[in-house]
């Protein structure tokens, strides 16, 4: 399994952006039962949960420091998970990172995942 995310960036704050995290190899078709999370790590700071989305999309968990601002979503025709960044602040600068549970849930804990992808950069300027 091969996951790559992209649309990282330089936002000012206030402003927003949407992560895409796209997937290839075989345990990642649609066929598979596998949630997707996003996670992020500042520099100087251990790698902490963002989002998650269960297989079928139908349950979704976000950490505190995010809900209400972000939102996780997935197509699975397109074998694409999103994060829609709204409200971005200073302390959201990070690099983000999408991962493919072990589970069809929406978990929180990174021991959970099983696949990394390379991660994308997002900078808030204040």
């Known amino acids: 399994v091969q996951l790559q995310a992209f649309g990282g960036g330089l936002v000012q704050a206030g402003g927003s952006l949407r992560l895409s995290c796209a997937a290839s190899?075989?345990?990642?078709?649609?066929?598979?039962?596998?949630?997707m999370g996003w996670f992020r790590q500042a520099p100087g700071k251990e790698r902490e949960f963002v989002a998650a989305?269960?297989?079928?999309?139908?349950?979704?968990s976000y950490a505190d420091y995010v809900k209400g601002r972000f939102t996780i979503s997935r197509d699975n025709a397109m074998n694409t998970v999103y994060l829609q960044m709204n409200s971005l602040k200073p302390e959201d600068t990070a690099v983000y990172y999408c991962?493919?549970?072990?589970?069809?849930?929406?978990?929180?804990?990174?021991?959970?995942?099983?696949?990394w992808g390379r991660g994308t950069q997002v900078t808030v300027s204040s």
């Open positions: 190899g075989r345990a990642i078709r649609t066929s598979s039962n596998n949630g």
């Open positions: 991962a493919q549970s072990r589970y069809s849930g929406a978990g929180s804990e990174p021991q959970q995942y099983s696949y």
């Open positions: 989305i269960s297989w079928r999309g139908s349950s979704t």
